[in-house]
């Protein structure tokens, strides 16, 4: 069974840090990411990384791109998150995703939700103004 449980959101006030953790388990994807979603607002792609061998690609949407971080535990199939200088607008629920589709599929458009087919189910993120 496919799980992936995201943890480490919460309250912060803006120009604040967290940390965001999402734990794998039953499948061991050569690529995650993190989406997010604010209400009333589409599912926006911020962050995915590629590979989990030597070579390690990562992608980053213009509104978070200098100010989060994404990278990988593989020994311990986790996906992490920093997240630094928060604004107030980076308030959403974020989601931690996996993808088994090819290389070919990813690459084409890797912030994209329809390059991955497994989901978590969100880790709230608050920012105080």
């Known amino acids: 069974q496919v799980q992936l449980v995201e943890s480490g959101g919460g309250s912060v006030q803006a120009g604040g840090s967290l940390t965001l953790s999402c734990a794998a388990s039953?499948?061991?994807?050569?690529?995650m990411g993190w989406f997010r979603q604010a209400p009333g607002k589409e599912r926006e792609g911020i962050t995915s990384?590629?590979?989990?061998?030597?070579?390690?690609?990562?992608y980053y949407a213009d509104s978070v791109k200098g100010r989060f971080t994404i990278s990988r535990d593989n020994a311990k199939n986790t996906l992490l998150l920093q997240m630094n200088s928060l604004k107030f607008e980076d308030t959403a629920m974020y989601y931690c995703a996996a993808s088994l589709y090819s290389a070919s599929t990813f690459l084409a458009a890797p912030l994209s939700a329809g390059s991955f087919n497994y989901w978590g189910q969100g880790t709230q993120v608050t920012v105080s103004s």
């Open positions: 039953g499948i061991k994807p050569s690529f």
């Open positions: 990384i590629s590979g989990d061998g030597e070579v390690i690609m990562s």
